[in-house]
């Protein structure tokens, strides 16, 4: 199998800088996306900050070998961001999603409520868990996945690079098929734009199509936020 990826950004209709930032590297089968937290100064310096690292690795042996060093890279920044926050005295943050892909499966590493998600035989999954206050409310059974997503609280993230000395990531693996399209986004979209949207996306249009509907969807209802998506498709060789 081989991969195929597109990626797009926009900085909105409100923000007046983007903190979100991208890697797109189908040649070593790394993909991210970073959105600088909101509201924190220097967000779009610690999103950059990521990206960069991930963008220097080098195509590793294995997977396995591809996860420990992303997940090292990553714990990097996030002591830096800690150094930088001490010397600014103020927090300086990132979401971060991942997809690594490496034979025949992928794995993904994430902290914050950036997401992945899987579009396969027809259907679409969100693969990722958001850690936010939000979610917590929704696995506690206090709000229901619908009245989520206007919830006062639902721009509070629980969990960030940057935020804390002890940065715990996520991390999942899959197999892949050929066919599987998957869609790395920062928070900005699933503001705006339906998983139903979503699906319709992936299943009617070409990559790079897709990624312009997606920000254009997400500009026509408001994009209160910085919007950004990563597309990337398993091809069978």
Same mark, same amino acid.
């Given at each position: 199998?081989?991969?195929?990826?597109?990626?797009?950004?926009?900085?909105?209709?409100?923000?007046?800088?983007?903190?979100?930032?991208?890697?797109? /590297?189908?040649?070593?089968?790394?993909?991210?996306?970073?959105?600088?937290?909101?509201?924190?100064?220097?967000?779009?310096?610690?999103?950059?900050?990521?990206?960069?690292?991930?963008?220097?690795?080098?195509?590793?042996?294995?997977?396995?070998?591809?996860?420990?060093?992303?997940?090292?890279?990553?714990?990097?920044?996030?002591?830096?961001?800690?150094?930088?926050? /001490?010397?600014?005295?103020?927090?300086?943050?990132?979401?971060?999603?991942?997809?690594?892909?490496?034979?025949?499966?992928?794995?993904?590493?994430?902290?914050?409520?950036? /997401?992945?998600?899987?579009? /396969?035989?027809?259907?679409?999954?969100?693969?990722?868990?958001?850690?936010?206050? %939000?979610?917590?409310?929704?696995?506690?059974?206090?709000?229901?996945?619908?009245?989520?997503?206007?919830?006062?609280?639902?721009?509070?993230?629980?969990?960030? %690079?940057?935020?804390?000395?002890?940065?715990?990531?996520?991390?999942?693996?899959?197999?892949?098929?050929?066919?599987?399209?998957?869609?790395?986004?920062?928070?900005?979209?699933?503001?705006?734009?339906?998983?139903?949207?979503?699906?319709?996306?992936?299943?009617?249009?070409?990559?790079?199509?897709?990624?312009?509907?997606?920000?254009?969807?997400?500009?026509?209802?408001?994009?209160?936020?910085?919007?950004? %998506?990563?597309?990337?498709?398993?091809?069978?060789?």
């Amino acid at each position: 199998m081989h991969w195929q990826s597109v990626s797009a950004t926009h900085v909105g209709l409100v923000r007046r800088v983007n903190e979100d930032s991208i890697l797109d /590297r189908p040649d070593i089968g790394v993909w991210a996306i970073a959105d600088g937290m909101g509201g924190h100064s220097a967000g779009d310096l610690a999103s950059q900050m990521l990206t960069e690292a991930l963008g220097r690795m080098r195509a590793p042996p294995d997977l396995s070998t591809l996860v420990d060093f992303t997940e090292h890279n990553i714990l990097a920044v996030n002591d830096r961001l800690i150094d930088l926050a /001490r010397f600014r005295h103020q927090v300086i943050g990132s979401t971060i999603v991942t997809l690594l892909v490496n034979g025949g499966h992928c794995a993904f590493l994430w902290a914050g409520d950036s /997401r992945l998600y899987r579009f /396969r035989d027809d259907a679409l999954a969100q693969l990722t868990t958001d850690h936010s206050q %939000v979610e917590q409310y929704v696995q506690q059974g206090l709000l229901s996945r619908e009245d989520a997503q206007m919830h006062p609280d639902n721009n509070l993230i629980t969990r960030a %690079v940057g935020a804390t000395e002890a940065l715990f990531l996520d991390c999942d693996i899959t197999d892949l098929v050929p066919g599987d399209r998957f869609l790395l986004s920062s928070d900005g979209l699933d503001k705006h734009v339906s998983m139903s949207d979503i699906a319709d996306g992936l299943r009617r249009l070409e990559l790079p199509r897709c990624a312009r509907h997606l920000i254009n969807l997400t500009l026509e209802r408001g994009a209160a936020d910085n919007v950004s %998506v990563c597309l990337v498709e398993i091809v069978a060789d």
